[in-house]
């Protein structure tokens, strides 16, 4: 048997065994390990492709590995079935293809090659949804947690994991791998959503689920899957691919509610306090090439360093179409930089943290002047322009650089987007940043957790990665330029990026490489990684938690602060952004909500009750719910002051009043 398998093999690769055949282009682009990881799951699609159409489940199941021996054999066959097969894609396809890890021999296969991680087996759970919501049925999920049921009464962390599958497929099953080592890791609760699928399930019926599961794991404390309930729990949202995009969106829609439900003094869910993104699909809007502010924040000085390997791809593309054409210099490149280019375009920042001022919108006038240019601006820019080197060299998209990628393809995305959008919907894809979290705005992004990314260096969607990481640094240090500007921070406080971003870009490796441990064990080094930015996130907020008990422990205990810096708690730091309000409670109702404190801390659910509930957050189903004008009313117990002139209004006429001789209604006393 040995020796036909030898013979076959040697009579199917003679030419790339003498060297007489044809260099490979994709040998190069990957690691040794990974290239023979995509070897296998190639041979794998190849194999369940070819068995998908036999009915008979038993007989497709034991065709499946017969057809995948072989393709293991015939590499070039299996290679140009897979092609075939990814240009006329349909639903039943990917689903066969991401589905296969739990046929039964291959689930028999890893079960076998997996080491053993915990003693207790994964749980089946169902998440009610909140009262709120316009959806009733539960949402369906599994927590991987060791430890007997009864111990997670001890618990106050959830790790809450969103997996992914191209919106259309893979459960969290299919994810075991991930998910058995962070139970066994952080001996924390994981909780991972089997959210509806596209297309029976269009957007944004995923997201809303995964929200659904967010509040109610809030307004419950925890109880909906086996905690206390003493306590509101901490939770860190983790995604994959897909999954990734659903949990930013979900942050960004926690985020974009709060605000709106901030206004109209009702309560809000707290943030995720972390979020870790494991190369997330963030930008449905596949584009070709990159803009100038897109290559801006990647060639970044302060992340030059990580991101210099996509930046000497992106420079590949041209220079290995035309060989003979000479490198650009360091000289050049230094001019291409955008430190120089900022100083000649106040709108790209990219300056040293300490002197990096916030972005400052164009006004109407400017881009009045740019949409229509008179005839004299013209002649003026005409006769004053001399040769410069461009801002930015051309440079394509990662998606169009590694199209004939082997785990992902543009042909492969297109399917999923479509499917995942459905027939009905027609979503902005320029403006939708629910749907292309890499759209958020820069007001969101700068309230937005710690948020640790993990991508290969060969990932189409490493661009969503390093883009949406630049944008979030760049809203956070422009929130700390603004804040140590009011007084607010120490003159000495400096901004360090990684209490806000960390990305991990590894060399040589695409898309999926958490998928097949069993066949790329190096990605067990980066499911364990992932476990430590968890433990460290929880960490951090912890320590931060103590460090501020313990300034307020000292500031009441001291006489001068408690008479003359006496401050009234409020629910987050979020709430200085909010317009000034005044507040005409009646004096039970001001009662009342003093009974709700324990300790001069609110409680959340004491004080929630006695209010009125509130009201959905969707509008109908299919349709994402929004606060905002038509979202909620202002309450009548709430004045908003328009203006400056308006507040020293008041002020002037409460302080004479008396003198005047008028009373609280404004009106002259006989």
Not at 253 to 273: A, D, K, R
Not at 377 to 398: G, N
């Amino acid at each position: 048997m040995v020796i036909t398998l030898l013979w076959l093999y040697i009579s199917r690769n003679f030419a790339k065994i003498v060297g007489l055949e044809s260099p490979e282009p994709l040998a190069n682009l990957y690691t040794r390990s990974y290239f023979r990881a995509t070897w296998i799951t190639t041979a794998l699609d190849a194999g369940f492709w070819t068995a998908m159409k036999i009915r008979t489940k038993w007989l497709r199941d034991l065709a499946s590995i017969v057809f995948t021996i072989y393709y293991l054999v015939a590499a070039e066959q299996a290679d140009e079935k897979v092609r075939k097969v990814r240009g006329l894609l349909t639903v039943d396809h990917l689903r066969v293809s991401w589905h296969k890890s739990t046929t039964p021999y291959l689930s028999f296969v890893t079960r076998a090659m997996r080491p053993k991680l915990t003693r207790y087996p994964p749980r089946a759970i169902r998440i009610p949804r909140p009262a709120n919501s316009s959806y009733k049925d539960p949402v369906n999920g599994w927590l991987y947690f060791d430890g007997p049921l009864s111990a997670l009464k001890s618990h106050t962390k959830i790790v809450l994991d969103v997996p992914g599958g191209g919106f259309v497929a893979m459960n969290p099953r299919h994810h075991e791998d991930k998910l058995l080592g962070w139970a066994a890791k952080l001996e924390l609760p994981i909780l991972s959503l089997d959210y509806r699928k596209a297309p029976e399930y269009p957007y944004p019926y995923a997201l809303n689920e995964c929200f659904d599961v967010y509040n109610t794991l809030i307004t419950t404390q925890g109880r909906c899957i086996g905690l206390s309930g003493t306590t509101v729990p901490r939770i860190i949202v983790t995604g994959d691919s897909a999954g990734g995009n659903i949990a930013t969106g979900m942050t960004l829609l926690i985020l974009e509610n709060n605000e709106n439900q901030s206004h109209t003094n009702q309560e809000t869910l707290p943030p995720p306090e972390g979020l870790v993104l494991i190369y997330p699909g963030l930008d449905m809007n596949i584009g070709n090439w990159m803009s100038d502010e897109q290559m801006a924040l990647i060639q970044d000085r302060r992340t030059r360093k990580r991101n210099k390997n996509i930046l000497r791809r992106k420079s590949e593309d041209y220079y290995k179409l035309t060989p003979d054409t000479p490198h650009p210099s360091d000289e050049e490149d230094k001019a291409f930089s955008p430190t120089v280019a900022a100083k000649d375009n106040s709108t790209i920042i990219t300056a040293d943290d300490k002197s990096l001022p916030p972005l400052k919108p164009p006004t109407d006038a400017e881009l009045d002047l740019l949409a229509h240019p008179t005839l004299a601006h013209q002649s003026t820019t005409l006769a004053s322009s001399k040769p410069k080197l461009l801002k930015t060299r051309l440079a394509m998209s990662s998606m169009i650089s590694y199209f004939n990628d082997r785990i992902l393809t543009p042909e492969m995305m297109r399917a999923m987007i479509i499917l995942y959008v459905g027939p009905h919907a027609r979503p902005d894809f320029s403006t939708d940043y629910l749907l292309s979290p890499l759209l958020a705005p820069e007001s969101l992004l700068s309230k937005f957790p710690k948020t640790c990314f993990l991508t290969g260096e060969r990932d189409p969607l490493v661009d969503d990665t390093v883009i949406f990481a630049g944008r979030l640094r760049q809203a956070k240090h422009n929130l700390f330029v603004q804040r140590k500007e009011l007084g607010l921070l120490k003159a000495k406080d400096t901004f360090d990026e990684k209490e806000h971003v960390e990305v991990t870009l590894i060399p040589g490796i695409s898309h999926g490489f958490l998928q097949f441990v069993s066949v790329f064990p190096e990605g067990w080094n980066h499911i364990f990684r992932c476990a430590r930015w968890i433990d460290e996130i929880f960490e951090s907020k912890e320590s931060s938690a103590n460090t501020s008990e313990a300034m307020n422990q000292r500031t009441i205990g001291d006489p001068f602060h408690q008479r003359h810096h006496r401050r009234i708690p409020t629910e987050s730091s979020g709430d200085e952004d909010r317009p000034l309000e005044m507040s005409t409670m009646s004096t039970v109702k001001s009662r009342d909500f003093a009974d709700d404190h324990v300790n001069g801390e609110p409680d959340y659910f004491t004080h929630k009750r006695r209010q009125e509930p509130s009201r959905a957050m969707r509008s109908g189903k299919g349709k994402i719910r929004r606060g905002g004008e038509n979202g909620h009313e202002r309450e009548k117990s709430m004045v908003s002051l328009a203006s400056e002139e308006d507040l020293l209004g008041r002020r002037m006429k409460g302080l004479a009043g008396g003198l005047m001789g008028m009373d609280h209604d404004g009106v002259e006393t006989p």
